[in-house]
């Protein structure tokens, strides 16, 4: 059974870091692209990063560019999320999935599997 569990969420004030991780069991990292999604309240689901199969390519959206970096670690059967010098439009649920399409732009309909979402939020 293919399950991803994201934790790490959190209050943060602007300018801050928070590291997310997914932990994904039933599965092997080498088998599906792993993508990092975010959703506001009253916005639709986003792309933020993801990261390709065995080469391990990653793949960003101009918004976080810079800011952001996905990372993994297979004997850990985790992905991670590091978010640098946060803003307050950062805040959202963030959610992993995997089954996608390693490229950009990054589109939630493309991935299969999700996990239950970590809120973030970015405020003073």
């Known amino acids: 059974q293919v399950q991803l569990v994201e934790s790490g969420g959190g209050l943060v004030q602007p300018g801050g870091s928070l590291r997310l991780s997914c932990v994904v069991s039933?599965?092997?990292?080498?088998?599906?692209?792993i993508g990092w999604f975010r959703q506001a309240p009253g916005k639709e689901r986003e792309g933020v990063s993801c990261i390709s199969t065995i080469e391990g390519r990653t793949y960003y959206a101009e918004s976080v560019k810079g800011r952001f970096t996905i990372s993994r670690d297979n004997a850990k059967n985790t992905v991670y999320l590091e978010m640098n010098s946060l803003k307050p439009e950062d805040t959202a649920i963030y959610y992993c999935?995997?089954?996608?399409?390693?490229?950009?732009?990054?589109?939630?309909?493309?991935?299969?599997?999700w996990g239950q979402g970590t809120q973030v939020t970015v405020s003073s």
């Open positions: 039933g599965f092997s990292l080498d088998w599906y692209p």
């Open positions: 999935a995997a089954g996608g399409i390693a490229r950009t732009p990054i589109m939630p309909h493309e991935y299969d599997y």
